[in-house]
């Protein structure tokens, strides 16, 4: 826990800020706060239906990032010492894009076991890069590897 403000509290004043920037949007959506583990804050965003809330994810999660990023800065600027992990979702987009890359990346595995050939994959986000490691993490019959620089950084399917 960050010394000085509490979990709970840097929750409550990400929701807040959430909470105002939507009003200012004129988008109707909740904000539920949810504790993950001790050092980490989930602020999930949701509508019914959920139509409008693809402004606030952008293409490829792209708005959704900075989102979380700029509620992540207005913590800290309340927060006498260091913020914990604040992750930000909108309408559930983060478990979805994990599931779809999970998927993408068992397809893939399978060409490269199909060819023997390694392959490299387009650059992503650390995020979706973690999703597409994990997805194959119990595989034995490929590896990953992440190659190249920010924010060119990108994966590699290799036969093991």
Partial sequence: ?????????????????????????????????????????????????????????????????????VTRTVVQSKSPSRTDRILVDVAQYRERRVAALGRFAQQVASEVIETGEERALEPMSAADRKAVHDALTESGQVITRSEGEEPRRFVVIAPA
């Fill in 1 to 69: 826990m960050a010394e000085g403000i509490s979990l709970a509290e840097q929750g409550s004043i990400a929701k807040e800020f959430l909470e105002g920037l939507l009003a200012s949007m004129n988008i109707q959506a909740e904000v539920s706060v949810k504790e993950l583990d001790a050092e980490t804050v989930e602020l999930a965003v949701n509508a019914d239906p959920p139509t409008e809330l693809g402004i606030l994810v952008g293409p490829r999660g792209t708005t959704l990032q900075a989102l979380q990023e």
